[in-house]
């Protein structure tokens, strides 16, 4: 398997057996290291006074002449839509200010010994992130993203991109709007479209009944992988990128847009790259580290919206 989700699990001692980095990106499910989710997102605006015209112009050929466009996209893409910024500790408590008061870091909550040890603890966390990610409307760039027919590849877990219509999307850290059991009992995964968790702001702890496991009653958690999480269940996001690696074999002129995918969770780059190799169309779009490799691509740097907005523009 291969990586966590931006937001979950990652680091080098982490699930070695199925969390090796090298591994990211050859279509796995597993694990990294750096958090990930909205963790270490890499999208912002632009400065308009610097807007690289050549690069967007080779961008907006390449998408023109794409047979099919791959998205690799890393927490950076949700920013425009207003989700918050979690870039180290101090984008992490100005998002959630109670854990700051708390003196609790986002590695700490993303861990799943919490839904043993502090159900209550683990279930404000992610019962109020799922109510976020629920109620936030996707910005106008994924429109863009789904008149062009793409297909994506993925390590946010907020089901942004199902929300904006997008139908073919694999997601390798999971998603938070699946459920399985905490132990798990077996290997079942189910929606939690049902679900709804009341959280105290002020302690930003769920209260009331915890969700429980459909199978055995006992205790459900979010199907996202976390950090050193031995018990996520990888089978959805597995089969997802089962497809998505077959229908690169069958694609020629595939042109890959790799949105707000920064350094500190390379999962999403390794991904964008590995496609990419054999042709090097690449569009790179990250406003803090757009460079690419030997050239060997378009770097644009630029938040997600701006871009895409601009690249429909040049492709109308």
């Known amino acids: 398997m291969t990586d966590p989700d931006t937001t979950e699990q990652d680091r080098p001692d982490a699930r070695p057996d199925r969390a090796r980095p090298e591994h990211a990106s050859q279509g796995h499910a597993t694990p990294d290291h750096a958090a990930r989710d909205h963790t270490a997102p890499d999208d912002a605006g632009r400065d308009d006074a ?24 890393g927490a950076g893409m949700g920013v425009d839509s207003g989700l918050p910024d979690f870039r180290g500790d101090h984008g992490f408590w100005q998002a959630y200010p109670p854990y700051a008061r708390l003196g609790l870091r986002f590695a700490e909550l993303a861990d799943p010994v919490h839904f043993v040890e502090d159900p209550s603890l683990a279930w404000g966390f992610y019962g109020h992130r799922l109510d976020l990610y629920r109620t936030t409307r996707p910005h106008a760039g994924f429109d863009v993203l789904r008149s062009w027919g793409a297909r994506v590849f993925t390590s946010n877990v907020d089901g942004q991109f199902q929300r ?10 999971g998603s938070i709007h699946r459920l399985q059991c905490v132990e798990p009992c077996t290997d079942d995964v189910w929606p939690a479209d049902d679900l709804a968790v009341t959280v105290d702001p002020e302690t930003m702890r769920a209260t009331g009944p ?56 390379p999962t999403v780059r390794r991904q964008a790259e590995l496609a990419s190799a054999a042709s090097g169309a690449l569009i790179r779009i990250n406003p803090r580290e757009p460079e690419v490799r030997h050239g060997r691509g ?3 740097r630029m938040g997600a919206l701006a871009a895409l907005t601009e690249l429909a523009r040049r492709t109308a």
């Open 210 to 265: 915890l969700p429980s496991c459909r199978n055995c009653g006992g205790l459900a958690r979010p199907n996202i992988l976390m950090f050193g999480d031995w018990s996520w269940i990888a089978g959805p996001s597995q089969r997802a990128l089962d497809e998505l690696t077959a229908w690169r074999r069958t694609v020629r002129g595939l042109v890959v847009l790799e949105l707000g995918a920064g350094l500190a969770v």
């Open 50 to 73: 610097a807007v690289d015209h050549a690069g967007l112009e080779r961008a907006a050929e390449l998408i023109a002449g794409a047979e099919a466009v791959l998205v690799c996209a």
């Open 164 to 173: 904006a219509g997008l139908a073919d999307v694999a997601e390798v850290h």
């Open 298 to 300: 378009v770097a644009l």
